[in-house]
C-alpha cells in the first residue's frame, strides 16, 4: 500500500466535515498581590485595660517584618487612670497561604511590655517601678495568625488572634504586685493599606 493511501485510511478527509473546534486553555488573571503596608486595629484584650479596647497601630517596612503597638491609647487618647500593658514589638511572617478569597499569615515576634496601675509616668522603666511604684517594664514574645482579605484599591480588612507572654522582673514591687510572667492576649480587627 503506498503511504499517501495509508494516511488517508487514518485521517479521512471531507469537504462536508466541520472544522474541529480549538479551545484554548487561557491563564487565570493573576491574584492582587495584597501588601500590607501599615494598619489600624481595635478589639478586646485578656490581661490589664480595665475593659477599655485594645488599639494597634502597626507599620511593615517589610512584606516580611512590621513594627506594631498595642495598648488602651493612655497618654494620647486618654489620661484616665486605669490598669493597663502596652507593647511595642517586632513581628515576623512566618509563611503566606490562601483560605478562598483570605490569605493567612501565621505570625511570631517579640518585643516590650509595660505594666502600668494609675496614671502613667513618661518613659520605661526597666530597672525599677518607677517613684511612685506604678508601672514597670521587660521584654515579650508573641504567636499569632492574621487574616487579609482584599477590599481592593490596595486596602485590606485586617484580622488577627494573638497572645503571649511576658517577663518583668520588678512587677511583684509594684504597689499592687503582679506577676513576673504576665500573660497577654487579643483579638483586633481592622484596615490596612
Avoid at 9 to 38: I, K, M, Q, Y
Avoid at 128 to 144: H, Q
Wanted: charged content about 20%.
Amino acid at each position: 500500500m503506498r503511504p499517501v493511501a495509508l494516511l488517508a485510511l487514518l485521517f479521512p478527509l471531507s469537504a462536508t466535515a466541520e472544522p474541529a473546534v480549538t479551545r484554548r486553555l487561557e491563564p487565570e488573571a493573576p491574584r492582587e498581590e495584597v501588601r500590607n503596608w501599615g494598619n489600624l486595629r481595635v478589639g478586646g484584650a485578656l490581661g490589664a485595660g480595665e475593659g477599655r479596647p485594645e488599639l494597634c497601630g502597626e507599620f511593615a517596612p517589610l512584606a516580611f517584618l512590621a513594627v506594631e503597638a498595642c495598648g488602651t491609647g493612655a497618654g494620647i487618647l486618654h489620661d484616665d487612670p486605669i490598669d493597663q500593658a502596652m507593647h511595642v514589638r517586632a513581628k515576623l511572617r512566618l509563611l503566606r497561604f490562601a483560605a478562598g478569597e483570605i490569605l493567612l499569615e501565621p505570625l511570631v515576634g517579640a518585643g516590650l511590655i509595660e505594666l502600668q496601675l494609675g496614671e502613667d509616668d513618661p518613659g520605661f522603666r526597666f530597672g525599677d517601678t518607677g517613684p511612685r511604684g506604678v508601672e514597670t517594664a521587660g521584654v515579650e514574645v508573641m504567636g499569632g495568625l492574621r487574616a487579609l482579605f482584599s477590599l481592593g484599591a490596595g486596602f485590606e480588612l485586617i484580622g488577627e488572634l494573638s497572645g503571649g507572654v511576658g517577663y518583668t522582673p520588678h512587677a511583684p514591687e509594684l504597689i499592687r504586685p503582679m506577676t513576673r510572667t504576665p500573660v497577654f492576649g487579643a483579638l483586633t480587627v481592622g484596615v490596612g493599606f
